[in-house]
């Protein structure tokens, strides 16, 4: 982004940090920012990437004189308007100097350090845990509903409903029934993943140190890489498609699929597994059933395809018993495997 543009994204977030609740005021500078918007879909991008940023670049807050200016923005909280209002306009202008520098990342942060007058207060998030073992419905503020896999949780800003943007953080699960809001795109970042949709229903699996997918049930939304706020070209995705994105491949890999609603079966207490790596069927296990699974082998190698729908444990390690030829013993929460077809 030159730093004209960014001097323009600055500006306005400047003005709306101003508006003193003026309506107005912020109807107008969104007015604007819409307007910049519709000119270039690269620029909505690029804005962002700017919010991207602010939070990913910012220092720990020190005190409460200064009350969210990009993050503020993000969540479109009207903070509380800082005294030294001289001060903030310097720094907008040195900000948009610095995001033009060629070391943007290092100037950037050494200036806010050095300005402990202008720390911000961290905006206020929530973030949703579903247990293992559990899965659980959530309503976010602006009434998109989220199922949360075990082992899963996803954060939020507080006042999500009257963000420009409505972004949330996903770690492991879940399944997406956005509302629908044209004006106010729903973002989703989930590992190197970024999701944005306008109203639709989707499920992402982005579990550490898997490839992550998403999969669209209904409507339609786009899929980009995102690294250290760079997205790559957009994949889009229609109902009965899904896209992976590999650990270490800049590329997602778009797919044609029967039917999606294999990918949420989690939801009603289902596990199908499809010629799975039996190391990924034992996460499954672990997360489902509140267990540890510890094995005498890696089994790597070795896939398993099986379907089981709301059974006990015990059910489950019996036909693993009998498909992989193991011998199981469980203490506790812990259950131990020994032997196996693939050594």
């Not at 940090?17 to 307007?35: P, S």
């Not at 308007?81 to 100097?97: D, E, F, S």
């Not at 898997?210 to 786009?222: D, I, N, Q, R, S």
Request: hydrophobic share 40%; charged share 25%; proline share 4%.
């Amino acid at each position: 982004m030159d730093q004209e543009t960014w001097k323009f994204v600055l500006d306005y977030l400047s003005a709306k940090e101003n508006a003193r609740g003026n309506v107005l005021k912020i109807k107008q500078e969104e007015e604007k920012i819409q307007e910049w918007l519709s000119k270039d879909p690269k620029n909505r991008q690029e804005l962002e990437q700017a919010l991207w940023l602010w939070e990913n670049t910012a220092a720990p807050p020190e005190n409460d004189e200064w009350k969210n200016s990009f993050t503020a923005i993000q969540a479109s909280l009207i903070p509380e308007v800082p005294k030294k209002t001289i001060q903030l306009k310097l720094w907008w202008g040195a900000a948009a100097a610095v995001f033009a520098a060629t070391a943007l990342f290092t100037f950037f942060y050494t200036y806010k350090v050095q300005q402990p007058a202008l720390q911000n207060t961290e905006i206020a998030w929530i973030t949703k845990s579903a247990g293992s073992g559990k899965v659980i419905n959530i309503i976010l503020p602006d009434s998109t509903e989220i199922w949360l896999n075990s082992g899963s949780s996803i954060s939020f800003p507080k006042n999500l409903e009257h963000a420009a943007l409505r972004t949330v953080k996903l770690k492991g699960e879940a399944f997406f029934d956005v509302k629908r809001d044209p004006q106010h795109p729903f973002i989703v970042h989930s590992l190197n993943l970024q999701t944005k949709v306008l109203g639709t229903s989707f499920n992402i699996r982005a579990w550490e140190g898997h490839p992550a997918e998403v999969t669209v049930l209904t409507g339609k939304v786009a899929v980009s890489r995102d690294s250290a706020g760079r997205q790559s070209a957009a994949v889009y995705l229609l109902p009965n498609q899904k896209v992976v994105s590999g650990l270490n491949p800049a590329k997602l890999q778009l797919e044609n699929i029967e039917d999606a609603r294999t990918a949420i079966n989690w939801r009603e207490g289902k596990m199908v597994f499809d010629q799975m790596p039996v190391k990924e069927v034992f996460e499954v296990i672990e997360r489902k059933y509140a267990v540890k699974i510890i094995a005498d082998q890696s089994f790597k190698g070795c896939k398993l395809t099986a379907k089981f729908a709301n059974v006990s444990l015990n059910e489950v390690l019996q036909t693993i018993q009998m498909t992989l030829d193991i011998h199981y013993t469980i203490n506790k929460q812990t259950i131990y495997i020994k032997g196996g077809k693939c050594n």
